[in-house]
């Protein structure tokens, strides 16, 4: 079992986790986070000028993972001379995401619709009403079915990263005891691919680890936090938790120090490594994973732009401020994930 596991991985991982590395189809530095923004003003306007306007709606706004998209998409605006607008509920909610997405139809001459989808199906009708007044609809973040757009901005491989979050919690807890798992909302499609994976990886090579519970926190900080407690509480050998979503790991590493539970519970996932800074050097958490989310806004709003000028993204494309992006179908691979650690997070400022 385990000599299978390391020659699948040894193939799988070999150009994919190793900071510093990059694959055939990345820049030197896929992860900077600094942009040139005269430069790449300069590479990205048409010379046909276009007056766009791009409405990009997130899942949710006011957590660090979209404040961070938001910046990206403002900055992408400023450089390729467009208009956008980032307009997102309070809470992660597709009904109140149709209510954005209706009232900018109505008040907003709009070219492009770029949303991350709380529900893969429920926004349906109103992406058909959008498209059949002209604009143009992708995905970014989190898919709908394919019918609902033209093409999905994915951050990562969804295999390769939902694998590799069940690895670095095995690492952490010699493969063996109990472990919980904390999602968003179990209708993002996004979250639930990655779950898959998670259990998948967890059935295929771990054993000895038993999962016993999956919680959803509708990506709500608060909601987050009760619900770590309520799993420390309910599961008394608990070893560790990941969280499956950008607001789980802070609130699993806040709940873990403070019931005391600092070196008995793991705690890794996906989160900005901003909120996880004194988590990670303080030994509360142990390895945070994600990509650049500003980067991710920026590459929406160029790929929106190119869409609105009738250009189609393609394999191996350059995407000046972003690198080379890959393409599966009709789906956009923005890049690779990172893994942050107390010796790198200091490096990381998102």
């Not at 992408?76 to 309070?90: Q, S, T, W, Y």
Request: glycine share 6%.
């Amino acid at each position: 079992m385990i000599n299978k596991r390391i020659f699948l991985f040894i193939i799988i991982f070999i150009g994919l986790f190793v900071s510093g590395c990059n694959m055939k189809g990345t820049t030197k530095d896929p992860y900077q986070i600094v942009y040139q923004s005269e430069v790449i003003a300069e590479q990205n306007r048409s010379n046909i000028h276009a007056d766009y306007t791009i409405a990009v709606v997130p899942k949710v706004v006011n957590i660090p993972y979209f404040n961070a998209v938001e910046k990206g998409v403002k900055e992408a605006g400023k450089d390729l001379d467009v208009r956008v607008i980032f307009e997102g509920p309070n809470i992660a909610d597709s009904k109140q995401q149709i209510k954005i997405i209706q009232n900018l139809l109505d008040k907003e001459k709009l070219d492009v619709l770029a949303l991350s989808a709380n529900d893969p199906e429920a926004l349906l009708p109103v992406l058909k009403k959008a498209r059949e007044a002209g604009v143009k609809v992708i995905t970014w973040d989190s898919d709908t079915v394919p019918e609902g757009r033209d093409f999905f901005v994915n951050m990562v491989n969804p295999e390769i990263l939902g694998r590799h979050l069940m690895d670095t919690l095995a690492w952490n807890t010699e493969e063996k005891g109990d472990f919980a798992i904390m999602t968003g909302s179990r209708n993002a499609s996004n979250l639930n691919e990655w779950l898959y994976w998670i259990q998948k990886q967890y059935e295929d090579f771990y054993p000895n680890m038993n999962l016993v519970a999956i919680k959803e926190t509708n990506d709500d900080p608060h909601t987050a936090y009760i619900r770590a407690k309520e799993l420390i509480a309910t599961y008394p050998n608990l070893k560790g938790i990941i969280g499956n979503s950008s607001v789980g790991p802070p609130a699993a590493a806040e709940a873990v120090n403070e019931l005391g539970k600092k070196g008995e519970i793991a705690v890794v996932g996906l989160s900005s490594p901003n909120p996880m800074n004194e988590y990670l050097k303080k030994d509360i958490a142990q390895i945070i994973t994600l990509w650049s989310p500003k980067k991710l806004g920026y590459l929406t709003v160029s790929l929106s732009k190119n869409l609105a000028d009738g250009n189609d993204p393609y394999d191996e494309q350059q995407i000046p401020g972003v690198g080379i992006i890959r393409m599966q179908n009709d789906m956009v691979i923005m890049g690779q994930p990172i893994d942050f650690t107390k010796e790198n997070v200091d490096q990381y400022d998102f």
